[in-house]
Protein backbone atom coordinates (compact mmCIF):
# COMPACT_ATOMS: atom_id res chain seq x y z
CA UNK A 1 0.00 0.00 0.00
CA UNK A 2 1.22 3.30 -0.60
CA UNK A 3 1.56 6.09 2.55
CA UNK A 4 -1.73 7.53 1.52
CA UNK A 5 -4.13 4.34 2.15
CA UNK A 6 -6.02 4.18 5.48
CA UNK A 7 -5.76 1.90 7.80
CA UNK A 8 -9.28 0.25 7.35
CA UNK A 9 -8.49 0.09 3.37
CA UNK A 10 -5.48 -1.98 4.43
CA UNK A 11 -7.43 -4.02 6.96
CA UNK A 12 -9.16 -5.35 3.32
CA UNK A 13 -6.04 -6.42 1.48
CA UNK A 14 -3.90 -7.47 4.76
CA UNK A 15 -1.99 -10.53 3.73
CA UNK A 16 -1.87 -11.98 7.49
CA UNK A 17 -5.68 -12.29 9.46
CA UNK A 18 -4.00 -10.58 12.58
CA UNK A 19 -2.72 -7.96 10.64
CA UNK A 20 -6.14 -7.43 9.32
CA UNK A 21 -7.77 -7.83 12.37
CA UNK A 22 -5.33 -4.90 14.05
CA UNK A 23 -5.84 -2.69 11.23
CA UNK A 24 -9.65 -2.78 12.03
CA UNK A 25 -8.88 -2.84 15.77
CA UNK A 26 -6.85 0.97 15.06
CA UNK A 27 -9.74 2.49 12.72
CA UNK A 28 -12.40 1.76 15.57
CA UNK A 29 -9.89 3.03 18.51
CA UNK A 30 -8.74 5.72 16.83
CA UNK A 31 -5.41 4.78 18.01
CA UNK A 32 -2.10 3.56 16.38
CA UNK A 33 -0.20 3.79 19.67
CA UNK A 34 1.49 0.74 21.63
CA UNK A 35 2.51 1.09 24.91
CA UNK A 36 5.78 -0.78 26.01
CA UNK A 37 4.57 -1.75 29.43
CA UNK A 38 8.11 -1.77 30.97
CA UNK A 39 7.60 -2.21 34.29
CA UNK A 40 8.89 -4.36 37.00
CA UNK A 41 6.60 -6.18 38.83
CA UNK A 42 3.59 -8.46 38.04
CA UNK A 43 1.13 -6.00 39.66
CA UNK A 44 2.11 -2.80 38.15
CA UNK A 45 1.93 -4.51 34.58
CA UNK A 46 -1.64 -5.93 34.89
CA UNK A 47 -3.28 -2.71 36.87
CA UNK A 48 -1.18 -0.11 34.13
CA UNK A 49 -3.14 -2.57 31.06
CA UNK A 50 -6.49 -1.76 32.75
CA UNK A 51 -5.68 1.77 32.97
CA UNK A 52 -3.95 2.55 30.01
CA UNK A 53 -6.23 -0.15 27.77
CA UNK A 54 -8.66 2.21 25.87
CA UNK A 55 -6.22 3.99 24.79
CA UNK A 56 -3.72 1.39 22.78
CA UNK A 57 -4.47 -1.11 20.12
CA UNK A 58 -0.86 -2.65 21.16
CA UNK A 59 0.69 -3.48 24.66
CA UNK A 60 4.36 -4.65 24.32
CA UNK A 61 5.63 -6.74 27.46
CA UNK A 62 9.36 -8.01 28.28
CA UNK A 63 7.96 -11.11 30.04
CA UNK A 64 11.46 -11.29 31.70
CA UNK A 65 11.91 -7.80 33.29
CA UNK A 66 8.57 -8.29 35.56
CA UNK A 67 9.69 -9.94 39.31
CA UNK A 68 6.49 -11.62 40.42
CA UNK A 69 5.10 -13.10 36.64
CA UNK A 70 3.04 -15.61 37.67
CA UNK A 71 3.55 -18.67 35.05
CA UNK A 72 0.17 -20.54 35.60
CA UNK A 73 -1.16 -21.41 32.25
CA UNK A 74 -4.59 -20.62 32.95
CA UNK A 75 -4.96 -18.04 35.91
CA UNK A 76 -1.45 -16.57 35.34
CA UNK A 77 -0.23 -13.29 34.42
CA UNK A 78 0.09 -14.14 30.71
CA UNK A 79 -3.56 -15.80 31.00
CA UNK A 80 -4.42 -12.14 33.21
CA UNK A 81 -3.20 -10.44 30.51
CA UNK A 82 -4.84 -12.02 27.79
CA UNK A 83 -8.19 -10.99 29.81
CA UNK A 84 -7.66 -7.48 29.66
CA UNK A 85 -6.47 -7.90 26.11
CA UNK A 86 -10.41 -8.93 25.28
CA UNK A 87 -11.90 -6.51 27.80
CA UNK A 88 -9.91 -3.12 26.08
CA UNK A 89 -9.40 -4.57 22.65
CA UNK A 90 -5.54 -4.95 22.60
CA UNK A 91 -3.07 -7.28 21.33
CA UNK A 92 -0.50 -8.52 23.35
CA UNK A 93 3.50 -8.04 21.79
CA UNK A 94 5.92 -9.96 23.87
CA UNK A 95 9.25 -8.54 22.52
CA UNK A 96 11.22 -11.51 23.15
CA UNK A 97 13.38 -11.07 20.12
CA UNK A 98 14.16 -14.52 19.19
CA UNK A 99 17.61 -15.11 17.97
CA UNK A 100 19.16 -18.36 18.27
CA UNK A 101 19.01 -21.19 16.24
CA UNK A 102 15.55 -22.86 15.10
CA UNK A 103 15.20 -25.36 17.66
CA UNK A 104 15.94 -23.31 20.46
CA UNK A 105 13.43 -20.38 19.21
CA UNK A 106 10.92 -23.31 18.53
CA UNK A 107 11.35 -24.29 22.38
CA UNK A 108 11.55 -20.70 23.71
CA UNK A 109 8.54 -19.78 22.10
CA UNK A 110 5.90 -22.57 23.03
CA UNK A 111 7.43 -24.19 26.31
CA UNK A 112 9.29 -23.28 29.03
CA UNK A 113 7.84 -21.94 32.20
CA UNK A 114 6.44 -18.61 29.53
CA UNK A 115 4.94 -20.62 26.79
CA UNK A 116 5.04 -17.25 25.12
CA UNK A 117 2.81 -18.40 21.97
CA UNK A 118 -0.18 -19.31 25.01
CA UNK A 119 -0.87 -15.50 25.98
CA UNK A 120 0.71 -13.18 23.33
CA UNK A 121 -0.60 -12.43 19.78
CA UNK A 122 2.60 -10.96 18.48
CA UNK A 123 6.20 -11.88 18.96
CA UNK A 124 9.39 -10.45 17.38
CA UNK A 125 12.80 -11.84 15.98
CA UNK A 126 16.41 -10.83 15.78
CA UNK A 127 16.98 -12.09 12.69
CA UNK A 128 20.74 -12.33 13.40
CA UNK A 129 21.23 -16.30 13.31
CA UNK A 130 19.56 -16.11 9.25
CA UNK A 131 16.56 -16.76 7.94
CA UNK A 132 15.85 -20.16 9.23
CA UNK A 133 14.27 -18.73 12.75
CA UNK A 134 11.59 -17.32 11.14
CA UNK A 135 10.95 -20.70 9.33
CA UNK A 136 11.36 -22.20 12.77
CA UNK A 137 8.88 -20.05 14.22
CA UNK A 138 6.36 -20.31 11.36
CA UNK A 139 6.66 -24.12 12.00
CA UNK A 140 5.65 -23.94 15.78
CA UNK A 141 3.38 -21.56 15.41
CA UNK A 142 1.15 -23.72 13.27
CA UNK A 143 1.65 -26.69 14.84
CA UNK A 144 0.33 -25.08 18.75
CA UNK A 145 -2.67 -23.87 16.08
CA UNK A 146 -3.02 -27.34 14.70
CA UNK A 147 -3.14 -28.65 18.51
CA UNK A 148 -5.46 -25.80 19.63
CA UNK A 149 -7.88 -26.87 16.95
CA UNK A 150 -7.47 -30.21 17.69
CA UNK A 151 -8.34 -29.74 21.61
CA UNK A 152 -11.34 -27.66 20.75
CA UNK A 153 -12.87 -29.86 18.26
CA UNK A 154 -12.46 -33.30 19.85
CA UNK A 155 -14.46 -34.71 21.72
CA UNK A 156 -13.62 -38.01 23.42
CA UNK A 157 -14.86 -38.96 27.24
CA UNK A 158 -12.65 -40.87 29.65
CA UNK A 159 -12.77 -40.95 32.93
CA UNK A 160 -14.16 -38.00 35.03
CA UNK A 161 -12.72 -34.61 35.59
CA UNK A 162 -11.17 -33.94 39.60
CA UNK A 163 -12.29 -30.46 40.28
CA UNK A 164 -14.31 -27.79 37.74
CA UNK A 165 -11.97 -24.86 38.65
CA UNK A 166 -8.71 -24.23 38.70
CA UNK A 167 -8.53 -22.29 41.30
CA UNK A 168 -9.25 -25.55 43.60
CA UNK A 169 -6.59 -27.53 41.99
CA UNK A 170 -3.98 -28.83 44.19
CA UNK A 171 -0.51 -28.45 43.94
CA UNK A 172 0.21 -31.66 42.46
CA UNK A 173 -2.04 -30.84 39.78
CA UNK A 174 -0.76 -29.14 36.12
CA UNK A 175 0.09 -30.37 32.69
CA UNK A 176 0.60 -34.01 31.88
CA UNK A 177 0.06 -36.51 29.20
CA UNK A 178 -3.36 -38.43 29.86
CA UNK A 179 -3.62 -41.54 27.71
CA UNK A 180 -6.61 -43.10 25.78
CA UNK A 181 -5.70 -45.72 23.84
CA UNK A 182 -2.30 -45.43 23.95
CA UNK A 183 -2.58 -41.72 22.81
CA UNK A 184 -0.30 -39.19 24.72
CA UNK A 185 -2.44 -35.77 25.00
CA UNK A 186 -1.72 -33.17 27.02
CA UNK A 187 -3.90 -33.01 30.44
CA UNK A 188 -4.79 -31.40 33.55
CA UNK A 189 -5.74 -33.20 36.79
CA UNK A 190 -4.81 -35.18 39.36
CA UNK A 191 -1.27 -36.77 38.22
CA UNK A 192 -2.21 -40.01 37.14
CA UNK A 193 -5.65 -39.18 36.26
CA UNK A 194 -7.20 -39.08 32.71
CA UNK A 195 -9.19 -36.20 31.90
CA UNK A 196 -11.11 -36.22 28.50
CA UNK A 197 -10.71 -33.61 26.19
CA UNK A 198 -14.04 -32.28 25.74
CA UNK A 199 -13.53 -31.69 29.68
CA UNK A 200 -10.58 -30.20 29.11
CA UNK A 201 -12.10 -27.93 27.16
CA UNK A 202 -14.70 -26.50 29.31
CA UNK A 203 -11.96 -26.75 32.09
CA UNK A 204 -10.15 -24.36 29.63
CA UNK A 205 -13.09 -22.14 28.99
CA UNK A 206 -14.55 -21.57 32.51
CA UNK A 207 -10.82 -20.89 33.44
CA UNK A 208 -10.14 -18.08 30.84
CA UNK A 209 -7.53 -19.69 29.35
CA UNK A 210 -5.76 -17.34 26.38
CA UNK A 211 -6.08 -20.38 24.21
CA UNK A 212 -9.34 -20.83 24.91
CA UNK A 213 -11.00 -17.43 25.40
CA UNK A 214 -13.95 -17.06 26.63
CA UNK A 215 -16.32 -14.55 24.53
CA UNK A 216 -15.60 -11.33 26.93
CA UNK A 217 -15.89 -9.18 23.29
CA UNK A 218 -19.71 -9.42 23.50
CA UNK A 219 -20.04 -9.21 27.02
CA UNK A 220 -20.79 -5.76 29.07
CA UNK A 221 -17.50 -5.12 30.50
CA UNK A 222 -15.80 -4.66 27.00
CA UNK A 223 -15.43 -1.72 25.88
CA UNK A 224 -14.92 -2.39 22.34
CA UNK A 225 -17.85 -4.58 20.88
CA UNK A 226 -17.98 -3.85 17.93
CA UNK A 227 -14.94 -6.09 17.15
CA UNK A 228 -14.45 -9.97 17.57
CA UNK A 229 -12.35 -11.74 19.08
CA UNK A 230 -8.58 -11.77 17.46
CA UNK A 231 -8.13 -14.66 14.78
CA UNK A 232 -5.85 -17.59 16.39
CA UNK A 233 -3.42 -17.29 14.17
CA UNK A 234 0.06 -15.86 15.98
CA UNK A 235 1.99 -13.27 14.29
CA UNK A 236 6.31 -12.57 13.85
CA UNK A 237 7.67 -8.65 13.73
CA UNK A 238 11.12 -8.83 12.68
CA UNK A 239 13.62 -6.58 13.83
CA UNK A 240 14.94 -5.16 10.51
CA UNK A 241 16.16 -1.47 12.13
CA UNK A 242 16.63 -0.27 15.30
CA UNK A 243 16.38 2.74 17.31
CA UNK A 244 19.37 2.78 19.09
CA UNK A 245 22.92 4.72 18.02
CA UNK A 246 25.27 2.64 16.12
CA UNK A 247 23.54 -0.08 15.58
CA UNK A 248 24.66 -2.81 13.31
CA UNK A 249 21.30 -3.40 10.95
CA UNK A 250 22.73 -1.47 7.53
CA UNK A 251 20.68 -1.48 4.88
CA UNK A 252 21.83 -4.60 3.53
CA UNK A 253 20.81 -6.53 6.65
CA UNK A 254 17.16 -4.99 6.60
CA UNK A 255 16.74 -6.01 2.86
CA UNK A 256 17.67 -9.62 3.98
CA UNK A 257 15.13 -9.03 6.65
CA UNK A 258 11.83 -7.83 4.32
CA UNK A 259 13.31 -10.72 1.95
CA UNK A 260 12.25 -13.14 4.69
CA UNK A 261 9.21 -11.59 5.60
CA UNK A 262 7.82 -12.15 2.10
CA UNK A 263 8.74 -15.78 2.17
CA UNK A 264 6.66 -15.97 5.09
CA UNK A 265 3.41 -14.16 4.41
CA UNK A 266 1.08 -16.15 6.58
CA UNK A 267 2.94 -15.38 9.75
CA UNK A 268 4.88 -12.26 9.38
CA UNK A 269 3.03 -9.39 10.18
CA UNK A 270 5.64 -7.11 9.33
CA UNK A 271 8.35 -5.02 10.87
CA UNK A 272 9.88 -2.97 13.62
CA UNK A 273 11.65 -0.38 12.44
CA UNK A 274 12.14 2.97 11.79
CA UNK A 275 10.55 3.56 8.36
CA UNK A 276 8.20 1.92 6.30
CA UNK A 277 9.43 -1.12 4.05
CA UNK A 278 6.85 -1.30 2.09
CA UNK A 279 7.75 -1.64 -1.52
CA UNK A 280 6.35 -3.83 -3.86
CA UNK A 281 2.85 -4.15 -4.53
CA UNK A 282 2.42 -7.15 -2.80
CA UNK A 283 3.61 -5.91 0.70
CA UNK A 284 1.02 -5.97 2.93
CA UNK A 285 3.33 -5.10 6.05
CA UNK A 286 2.62 -3.53 9.28
CA UNK A 287 5.65 -1.19 10.81
CA UNK A 288 5.63 -0.74 14.58
CA UNK A 289 8.39 1.68 15.51
CA UNK A 290 10.19 2.62 19.05
CA UNK A 291 12.51 4.94 20.02
CA UNK A 292 9.09 7.96 20.12
CA UNK A 293 8.91 10.24 22.48
CA UNK A 294 6.87 13.99 22.51
CA UNK A 295 8.35 17.07 23.57
CA UNK A 296 6.65 18.24 26.71
CA UNK A 297 3.53 19.71 26.77
CA UNK A 298 3.81 23.31 25.35
CA UNK A 299 7.33 22.74 23.99
CA UNK A 300 8.06 23.32 20.26
CA UNK A 301 8.34 20.20 18.23
CA UNK A 302 11.06 19.62 15.75
CA UNK A 303 11.23 15.94 14.89
CA UNK A 304 12.86 14.38 17.76
CA UNK A 305 13.55 14.52 21.54
CA UNK A 306 16.68 14.05 23.57
CA UNK A 307 17.81 10.80 24.03
CA UNK A 308 18.19 8.59 27.74
CA UNK A 309 22.30 8.94 27.62
CA UNK A 310 22.30 4.69 27.50
CA UNK A 311 21.94 4.83 23.47
CA UNK A 312 18.74 4.82 22.81
CA UNK A 313 17.16 8.35 20.46
CA UNK A 314 13.81 9.69 20.13
CA UNK A 315 11.66 10.77 17.50
CA UNK A 316 8.42 12.22 17.27
CA UNK A 317 5.20 10.33 16.52
CA UNK A 318 4.66 13.09 13.94
CA UNK A 319 8.04 12.46 12.36
CA UNK A 320 7.84 8.50 12.40
CA UNK A 321 4.22 8.50 11.39
CA UNK A 322 4.03 11.60 8.80
CA UNK A 323 7.10 11.75 7.21
CA UNK A 324 8.90 7.80 7.55
CA UNK A 325 5.76 5.84 7.06
CA UNK A 326 5.22 3.59 10.14
CA UNK A 327 2.17 2.89 11.40
CA UNK A 328 2.51 2.34 15.03
CA UNK A 329 4.19 4.19 17.75
CA UNK A 330 5.78 2.35 20.42
CA UNK A 331 5.90 4.29 23.73
CA UNK A 332 7.16 3.04 27.41
CA UNK A 333 9.07 6.06 29.77
CA UNK A 334 7.69 8.87 27.47
CA UNK A 335 4.17 7.33 29.40
CA UNK A 336 5.79 5.38 32.14
CA UNK A 337 7.58 8.56 34.11
CA UNK A 338 4.65 10.60 33.46
CA UNK A 339 2.75 11.73 36.96
CA UNK A 340 -0.20 10.08 35.27
CA UNK A 341 -0.14 7.55 32.44
CA UNK A 342 -3.41 7.42 31.71
CA UNK A 343 -3.82 10.71 30.29
CA UNK A 344 -0.19 11.33 29.03
CA UNK A 345 -1.20 7.92 26.94
CA UNK A 346 -4.23 10.02 25.47
CA UNK A 347 -1.85 12.06 24.84
CA UNK A 348 0.24 10.00 22.32
CA UNK A 349 -2.59 8.42 21.11
CA UNK A 350 -4.42 11.89 19.44
CA UNK A 351 -0.80 12.93 18.40
CA UNK A 352 0.03 9.79 17.05
CA UNK A 353 -3.70 9.99 15.65
CA UNK A 354 -3.37 13.04 14.06
CA UNK A 355 0.00 12.58 12.56
CA UNK A 356 -1.29 9.49 10.58
CA UNK A 357 -4.41 11.20 9.42
CA UNK A 358 -2.65 14.05 7.93
CA UNK A 359 -0.48 11.30 6.13
CA UNK A 360 -3.79 9.84 4.65
CA UNK A 361 -5.19 13.32 3.55
CA UNK A 362 -2.03 14.86 1.91
P1 LIG B 1 11.34 3.62 25.82
O1 LIG B 1 10.19 4.26 25.06
O2 LIG B 1 11.15 3.70 27.29
O3 LIG B 1 12.69 4.06 25.34
O4 LIG B 1 11.23 2.03 25.53
C1 LIG B 1 11.44 1.48 24.27
C2 LIG B 1 11.09 0.03 24.25
O5 LIG B 1 11.24 -0.47 22.92
C3 LIG B 1 11.96 -0.86 25.12
O6 LIG B 1 11.14 -1.89 25.65
C4 LIG B 1 12.98 -1.45 24.16
O7 LIG B 1 13.36 -2.76 24.57
C5 LIG B 1 12.21 -1.50 22.86
N1 LIG B 1 13.02 -1.30 21.63
C6 LIG B 1 13.73 -0.14 21.38
O8 LIG B 1 13.74 0.77 22.20
N2 LIG B 1 14.40 0.00 20.19
C7 LIG B 1 14.41 -0.96 19.22
O9 LIG B 1 14.99 -0.76 18.17
C8 LIG B 1 13.69 -2.15 19.48
C9 LIG B 1 13.01 -2.30 20.67
O10 LIG B 1 12.32 -3.41 20.88
Known amino acids: PTLLETFSSRAQTATHPLTAYLLRLMDLKASNLCLSADVSTARELLQLADKVGPSIVVLKTHHDVVSGWDFHPHTGTGARLAQLARKHGFLIFEDRKFGDIGHTVQMQYVGGSARIIDWAHIVNVNMVPGKAAVTALAEAEAKWR??????????????????????????????????????????????????????????????????????????????????????IERGLLILAQMSSAGNFMNREYTQACVEAAREHRRFVMGFVSQESLNSE?????????????????????????????????????????????TDIVIVGRGILKAGDPQSEAERYRTTAWKAYLSRVTK
Request: hydrophobic share 20%; with cysteine; aromatic share 8%.
Open 146 to 231: ERYQYEVKTSVTVGTPRSDTFDEQPEESGWWNTDEEGQNREGVGRKGSIVSVTTLTQHYESATSPRFPRDETKGEDCLYAGIDEPP
Open 281 to 325: PDDHFIHMTPGCQLPPEGEEENGTVAGDGLGQRYNTPQKLIGLCG
